[in-house]
């Protein structure tokens, strides 16, 4: 593991160590917490074989599924059942099998103006809130165990695009984004810095060598979304051997 301005890296081989070294970690977060727990997942095609993974032994049955809440850090205006839709990805690979409905929290982009995306975004804020139990967010008591994340081509992470207002709001918790910076172009909705910040453990996942050009940015500190986004407790990236920085090689 190295270090990195408060930030772990820890480097894998590839996809698939990426996926067990994601899924032991979401593990050891769960057996951390006795109570409910939170989980806020991704979008994008980095997790999926995560999510597949927690739907098979030994995962699937060292998840306590009654106690843990999954919630979504960004959700793209498209049908719930498209391949695009980043909520409908993790039903169809784990959610819809194990988890009981009421512990699956979407972004409501189904019923969701997309022409003002910042009315879904209240909603999704109010059931973040209510699932909280206070309107503010107190550090020592973080909204989620572990926040899932992943990098885009220019920087961005969740739906917060460089340079987009999203970026620097520090009030709402939930945001609507009415166009997005790369495909597909959909309105979009997404969680705040300080939203995804609340929780134990941030951890992203970072795969291929189409990666590595953005991937040497975010960590030579350039301000980029995925290098603003940290977590209050620990920022942990896994990265595989395709996207990792020149030097970060061992
Ligand atoms: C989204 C995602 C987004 C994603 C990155 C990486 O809805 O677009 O949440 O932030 O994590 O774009 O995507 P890939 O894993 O597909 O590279």
């Not at 408060?6 to 590839?14: C, G, M």
């Not at 850090?73 to 009421?102: C, I, T, W």
């Not at 997005?180 to 172009?185: D, G, K, L, R, S």
């Amino acid at each position: 593991m190295v270090t990195n301005d408060n930030r772990h890296v820890i480097s894998v081989a590839d996809p698939v160590a990426m996926a067990t070294a994601a899924a032991e970690r979401v593990i050891i977060r769960i057996s951390e917490n006795p109570g409910r727990i939170a989980i806020c997942l991704t979008g994008g095609s980095s997790p999926k074989q995560l999510y597949q993974l927690l739907a098979t032994e030994p995962w699937r049955s060292k998840i306590p599924w009654q106690r843990v809440h999954w919630f979504i850090g960004d959700e793209r205006f498209v049908p719930s059942d498209d391949p695009l839709h980043n909520m409908g990805v993790a039903r169809k690979l784990f959610l819809d099998q194990y988890a009981p409905a009421s512990n699956v929290h979407p972004i409501p982009t189904s019923v969701a103006d997309p022409t003002d995306p910042d009315l879904g975004a209240a909603l999704y804020e109010g059931e973040l809130k209510s699932f909280y139990g206070a309107d503010e967010l107190d550090p020592a008591r973080p909204l989620f165990d572990l926040v899932l994340m992943g990098v885009g081509p220019d920087g961005h992470t969740a739906s917060l695009f460089p340079g987009y207002p999203a970026l620097d709001e520090v009030k709402r918790w939930v945001v609507g984004v009415p166009k997005a910076n790369v495909e597909p172009f959909v309105p979009r909705i997404t969680l705040t810095l300080p939203t995804l910040a609340s929780c134990r453990e941030m951890l992203f996942e970072v795969a291929g060598a189409d990666k590595r050009a953005i991937l040497t940015q975010v960590f030579a500190g350039e301000n980029l979304p995925a290098n603003r986004a940290r977590s209050s407790g620990e920022t942990v990236w896994l990265v595989d051997q395709a996207a990792l920085p020149e030097n970060f090689r061992g």
